[in-house]
Antibody
Framework: QITLKESGPTLVKPTQTLTLTCTFS??????????VDWIRQPPGKALEWLAL???????RYSPSLKSRLTITKDTSKNQVVLTMTNMDPVDTATYYC????????????WGQGTTVTVSS | SYELTQPPSVSVSPGQTASITCSGD??????ASWYQQKPGQSPVLVIY???KRPSGIPERFSGSNSGNTATLTISGTQAMDEADYYC?????????FGTGTKVTVL
């Protein structure tokens, strides 16, 4: 059974850097074709894809946020970390991580999400 | 950047068919996925690769993709299907989500 869980601060100040950790089980991020995505959802708004890291350490980023995002993995710890710099109140959202298996099979398992508020 | 447009809302009577569209330039050349999200819950994948259902997803959910539009169809809609639905595609090495559709079962 695949599970993922997001963790990180619930409150960050404007201009600070946000670091979120996705801890997963039930799969290995060294298996060919496997990826972990980060997605966010501002209150009452649509889903927004942020970043993806593949089993081979290939990384993809949302073009609009690419300059602020970094995604890394620690295969031995079964973790994926997302950092987002220069946080702003508009970045207030629920942040999800999800398991994906190739780009055509969708994100088949999602974490419960973690809510991040950006406020001074 | 690639954009996917969905109608903001769709209403359907119980037992009837709901169709949710997702429009994007030359969408037929990409694969569509669809997600269901109920209030306070994480999204759930209901369709991938245009028309395939993950294990555990009821047969009343089906998908198609032609021209510039992908469509999620819910046949025999039930009250439990009331939720927000999002389409998704892979374009230029990034994912894109649609604008989302709220399905109301009246």
């Amino acid at each position: 059974q695949i599970t993922l869980k997001e963790s990180g601060p619930t409150l960050v100040k404007p201009t600070q850097t946000l670091t979120l950790t996705c801890t997963f089980s039930g799969f290995s991020l060294s298996t060919s074709g496997v990826g972990v995505d980060w997605i966010r959802q501002p209150p009452g708004k649509a889903l927004e894809w942020l970043a993806l890291i593949y089993w081979d350490d290939d990384k993809r980023y949302s073009p609009s946020l690419k300059s602020r995002l970094t995604i890394t993995k620690d295969t031995s710890k079964n973790q994926v970390v997302l950092t987002m710099t220069n946080m702003d109140p508009v970045d207030t959202a629920t942040y999800y991580c999800a398991h994906s298996l190739t780009t055509i099979k969708g994100m088949d398992v999602w974490g419960q999400g973690t809510t991040v508020t950006v406020s001074s | 950047s690639y954009e996917l447009t969905q109608p903001p809302s769709v209403s359907v009577s119980p037992g009837q068919t709901a169709s949710i569209t997702c429009s994007g330039d030359e969408f037929e050349y990409k694969y569509a996925s669809w997600y269901q999200q109920k209030p306070g819950q994480s999204p759930v994948l209901v369709i991938y690769q245009d028309s395939k259902r993950p294990s555990g997803i009821p047969e009343r959910f089906s998908g198609s993709n032609s021209g510039n539009t992908a469509t999620l169809t819910i046949s025999g809609t039930q009250a439990m299907d009331e939720a927000d639905y999002y389409c998704q595609a892979w374009d230029s090495s990034t994912y894109v989500f649609g604008t989302g559709t709220k399905v109301t079962v009246l």
